[in-house]
Each structure stands twice: as structure tokens, then as C-alpha cells.
């Protein structure tokens, strides 16, 4: 029988599909994590990995710098009284870590929540509100999971947002594209960095494409980012 191989994206969808239900608002690979997740003050925290190990572990009591409610999650055993998942379980409880197991093997693939972290108050320090920072800033998701993927943090969208109002708009300077286009207000520092180089100096304070942005959007046209910004700019 040919042996089943999946990927930690695997997981993703499950899991983003059972917390969104529940009112989450659910980014992959958001400051290190597979998956953060935020409802009203609750900052949920997901390691994911194919197996149970030591390396998850380490990962998940990483994250509990940043909040109380950190998660691993794994592919459902065959077995639940399988003896490595029952001493893994076991040994969550007592570091105070949620398990989420994923049913990849049957037609139909979901998440559960085998158990949970016990409850405390929501952190609220500096690595909470980066967390939080870059979800709230993030419209188009990441897979968590997908290491090989370029991850659009909140920083590349807004650059990604200005590329395509250029294309349909330019020139423009700052004020425009904040009172105008809604950019945010870290615009001016956007353009005047130019970290992509997708911009150029056409006057004063004046910005358009340069021939670099023109090509990476041209070339990322399939890109759901992309597709969103240049839909929204015209």
C-alpha cells in the first residue's frame, strides 16, 4: 500500500477553518509562528508539525513568551491510545499547552481541539502587541507552514498596495496616497526607503513605478496579493 505524505500545509486550512468559525481572525507565519490568531483581547499562538517531538515542544513553550494560550497540532493518530500520542498529551498538560489534532486521512479533513491550555489573563507585552501589530496589518494570508513560500508580512502588503496605486494613479506624493488611496501613514518612510525598489522619484516629493516595480508586478500578476491591490486600485 503506497504510504500517505503530506506537509505541514496540510494543516493549515483545518485548523484556520475551525478558529475562524469560532470568531478568530487567522494569519500563518506571522512573526515565527505557524499560526496566530486574535479575537477580541485572546491571543491564540499554533505550532504545527507532521510528528510529535521535542522540536514542537521547545517551539510551543518559545511562544508562551508572547501569550498563555499556545497550541500544538498534529495529524489525528489511528490510534488515540497509541503510546507516544497518550505520553505527548500528557506531557502538554503538565507545560500548560493545547493540542489540536487534524484528521488528514479520511475525505473529509478537520481540526480539533483535544484540549487547552488552563486560563489566565491575556499578555500584554511587547512581543503580544507585535503579534497582534502584524495580523491587524495583514489583508491577504500566509499558509502557516509554508517555509519555502515568501511570506507577505504586513510591511510587504503595504509596499505591494502603493506598487499597484502607482500603476493606475502615479504620480503621486505621500499625502495623496494616505488622504486618498488609504495607504497608512508610514507611507512617506515606504517610499523614501524604497527597500523593493518598486518606486522612483519623479519631482518634488513626487513617486511613481520605476521600471523594477513594473516588472515584479507584470511578473506576480497570478499573486493573490497582487491581484487583490490591482483590483482595489483601479
Known sequence: MKKNTYKETDLYDP?????TEQGFTVRGEVKGCDIAAVKDEALWIIE??????????????????????VFVAVPRPRNTRDRHFTQFSKILKKINIGL????????????????FPSGKDAKKNKKTAQVKREIAGRTVD????????????????RCVKIAAILEVH???????????????SDTYNILRTNFYGWYEK??????ALSAKGIDFLMENAAQSLVAYYRIKAQ
Not at 500566509?142 to 502588503?157: F, L, P, Q, S
Not at 502615479?170 to 486618498?180: D, E
Not at 519623479?202 to 513617486?207: A, D, E, F, I
Open 15 to 19: 485548523i484556520r477553518r475551525l478558529l
Open 48 to 69: 504545527m508539525k507532521l510528528t510529535a517531538n521535542l522540536k514542537l515542544l521547545f517551539q510551543a513553550v518559545e511562544r508562551q513568551t508572547a501569550t498563555d494560550w
Open 100 to 115: 489540536i489534532t487534524v484528521a488528514l486521512d479520511g475525505p473529509v479533513r478537520f481540526a480539533e481541539i483535544v484540549s
Open 142 to 157: 500566509t499558509r502557516g507552514g509554508a517555509t519555502k513560500e515568501r511570506v507577505n508580512t504586513a510591511y510587504r502588503e
Open 170 to 184: 502615479a504620480p503621486l506624493n505621500a499625502p495623496t496616497l494616505i488622504r486618498v488611496h488609504g495607504c497608512e
Open 202 to 207: 519623479t519631482g518634488k516629493g513626487m513617486y
